[in-house]
């Protein structure tokens, strides 16, 4: 028996879109039928990708998102959701990093990691959750999605990237208390968490001498392709993923496990 993934009529908002892992996200939660809000605060590249995304016979749009900002993330939800309609999928996808030893990270370090990747992602969720629990209310038959994106430094320590392990490592946390609460709403909160994966931003560094050391002593010693996480965010986007709640995937190739 087979299954297909179709996302028709549901409405996705994919964080840190423009460029990157979620660039990819959305092109695919779009080609599986889904009707995408593109977010972040580069929107010139969004339209960009929106364009793509149309070009190839999806449906998208575009919303300005600083989610370091706290009116931001709230006015950007409200903004897709005129724009789109309700959120039934959030892909809370927005990340940084620094590399650099413990002792040399600076409290404007740790900020603009955490910020961004907890603290951000935090309200994201809590901000879309909210609105998902009020029409959960009305139709209790009603299935939502919200898909963090960890890493599988969240899952073991990485030497110089320290406060980004920290990060995605309260990331891993927070999906799961997410779940314990809102699961009852019909809300399913799961993370995924990628290994090193190469995209435009990173693709230079991989080819370098210091990124073939990286490869080198890695499980399998290869990087992912982007498209490596399709299979996995379709299903934890659509409905058969119902029975799955509070589950912390790797997709790492064996690096969180050596």
């Not at 995304?53 to 999806?58: F, H, K, T, V």
Request: aromatic share 6%; with cysteine; proline share 3%.
């Amino acid at each position: 028996m087979g299954i297909e993934v179709n996302l028709e009529g549901k409405i996705a908002l994919v964080t840190g879109a423009s460029s990157g892992l979620g660039a990819r996200f959305a092109k695919v939660l779009a080609k599986g039928g889904a009707q995408v809000v593109l977010a972040s605060r580069r929107t010139e590249r969004l339209k960009e990708l929106r364009a793509e995304i149309e070009a190839d016979g999806g449906a998208a749009h575009v919303v300005a998102l600083d989610v370091t900002d706290y009116g931001s993330i709230k006015a950007a939800i409200a903004h897709a959701e005129t724009e789109a309609g309700p959120i039934d999928i959030l892909v809370n996808n927005s990340g940084v990093s620094t590399t650099q030893r413990l002792v040399d990270v600076t409290p404007d370090d740790y900020a603009f990691v955490m910020d961004t990747n907890q603290r951000g992602a935090f309200f994201v969720a809590q901000e879309t959750a909210k609105r998902m629990i009020a029409r959960a209310k009305g139709d209790p038959r009603l299935q939502h999605r919200i898909i963090n994106i960890a890493s599988a430094a969240g899952l073991k320590a990485v030497p110089q990237i320290g406060i980004y392990c920290m990060s995605k490592a309260a990331v891993v946390h927070m999906t799961k208390s997410m779940a314990v609460e809102w699961g009852r709403h019909g809300i399913n909160v799961n993370a995924i968490c990628p290994g090193y994966i190469s995209t435009e931003i990173n693709a230079d560094f991989f080819e370098s001498e210091q990124g073939k050391q990286l490869i080198g002593i890695l499980p399998r010693k290869r990087v992912g392709q982007p498209e490596y996480l399709d299979g996995l965010l379709l299903l934890l986007a659509s409905d058969e993923s119902q029975f799955i709640n509070g589950a912390i995937m790797a997709a790492d190739d064996g690096m969180s496990v050596q």
